[in-house]
């Protein structure tokens, strides 16, 4: 705690209270003799996310299909656009940055304050977990079709169909992102 007080030139008080908290929300454990270890993402509560995720996923985007503005339309489109550059470019990582963007703009549009920072705090969570379109060759492109196919029904005001096509893109994801779980059952994507 020293080390990073000293760093950052504040005193330990703001450190603890900022590995507290980070404990708090699930961010590092406590070792004995050690400190605050960064915690893995175990299966178990990546398995317990996704149904959470991809059920107020597709209510936010049916919610935001009703509010939709041609401006957000347009700035989904761009995303989009700048999307297929990276797939075609093979710059991953930049694509899953723009991901949470993505989605981010489609929750925003729901209208709904607390359903939007529940799902901030459920991405924010599994932040790590972009590192899928790292590790995985063909998740980048898989996923901009699945979010053509997502514009493509908010555009055609189609809130069921893009509700349904958020919650497969959810599962899609995370089906792949098992993949690469290892043997004892933790994620270790630290991006």
């Known amino acids: 705690m020293a080390d990073i007080a000293e760093k950052l030139h504040v005193s330990t008080q ?31 509560d990546l398995k ?12 936010a985007t049916r919610e935001a299909t009703r509010h ?7 700035q989904l489109e761009r995303l989009l656009g700048t999307m297929r550059l990276y797939v075609a470019n093979n710059r991953p990582a930049e ?10 703009t489609i ?5 709904n304050n607390h359903l939007l920072k529940i799902l901030d705090d459920l991405w924010a969570r599994r932040d790590r977990l972009r590192a899928v379109f790292l590790l995985s060759p063909t998740r980048a492109a898989e996923s901009l079709r699945e979010h053509e196919a997502i514009v493509a029904a908010l555009k055609a005001r189609d809130a069921e169909e893009a509700g349904k096509l958020v919650e497969e893109h959810r599962i899609k994801a995370a089906a792949e992102l098992l993949k690469y779980l290892e043997p004892e059952g933790v994620v270790n994507l630290f991006l």
């Not at 708090?24 to 004995?32: A, D, I, K, P």
């Not at 929750?107 to 209208?111: D, K």
């Open 14 to 44: 703001p450190v603890r209270e900022a590995l507290k908290r980070l404990d708090t929300e699930g961010y590092v454990n406590w070792t004995l003799n050690v400190g605050a270890v960064v915690s893995g993402i175990s299966i178990a």
């Open 48 to 59: 317990e996310d996704i149904p959470i995720l991809r059920e107020l996923e597709g209510l």
């Open 68 to 74: 939709l503005t041609p401006a957000v339309l347009e």
């Open 95 to 104: 694509y899953g940055v723009l991901n949470k963007e993505f989605h981010r």
């Open 107 to 111: 929750h925003a549009c729901a209208g």
